[in-house]
């Protein structure tokens, strides 16, 4: 192998790492959004469902928490907010407009800027009152993506877990 031909690999394998280095480099740098989705969410100035024998005394209802928060180092809009559940019976409930509640009166649109945080709530008794199997769906639409962000809502289990499982296993253990 001449010296021309080792100068030649050298340039070729530096070429290349300087590319791959640009790849990573325009990537990071994209227009990113931090998505969070989270249910059972109380608010002070929530509904609350009246309770027989007390005038105004109440139960806040629950809500769904919706944030986004922008990583990126470009600016991007928000552009609209729904969430989904279908039904057994093959419809589905859709919660649009009235039903989401935002946050510090950052109406939609609404332009993130870097660091940016944008937040609003979703009342989950609409979206729970039908009994359904499927997971409700909370869909995001931000200008620099085609299709919209999507993030399932996770119900944590109340109680005791563990005596769940016990009484399951040794029916004596409740």
């Known amino acids: 192998m001449s010296?021309?031909?080792k100068v030649a690999w050298w340039g070729a394998i530096l070429a290349t790492i300087v590319f791959a280095w640009d790849i990573i480099k325009w990537w990071k740098n994209s227009t990113r959004v931090r998505f969070f989705v989270r249910p059972d969410t109380y608010y002070e100035d929530s509904e609350t469902v009246p309770i027989p024998g007390g005038p105004q005394a109440g139960e806040v209802l629950p809500s769904i928490h919706v944030e986004l928060n922008n990583i990126g180092i470009y600016p991007t809009t928000v552009l609209k907010v729904w969430a989904e559940r279908k039904t057994d019976q093959g419809g589905r409930i859709l919660d649009t407009g009235p039903a989401i509640k935002v946050h510090f009166g950052k109406k939609l649109p609404y332009l993130m800027t870097v660091g940016d945080l944008w937040s609003c709530r979703i009342d989950q008794g609409r979206m729970t009152r039908i009994?359904?199997?499927?997971?409700?769906?909370?869909?995001?639409?931000v200008s620099h993506q085609v299709k919209p962000l999507v993030k399932s809502v996770v119900f944590r289990q109340r109680g005791n877990r563990w005596g769940q499982i016990l009484s399951k296993i040794w029916p004596m253990a409740r």
């Open 3 to 5: 010296d021309t031909d």
């Open 131 to 141: 009994e359904s199997k499927a997971p409700i769906r909370v869909f995001v639409a």
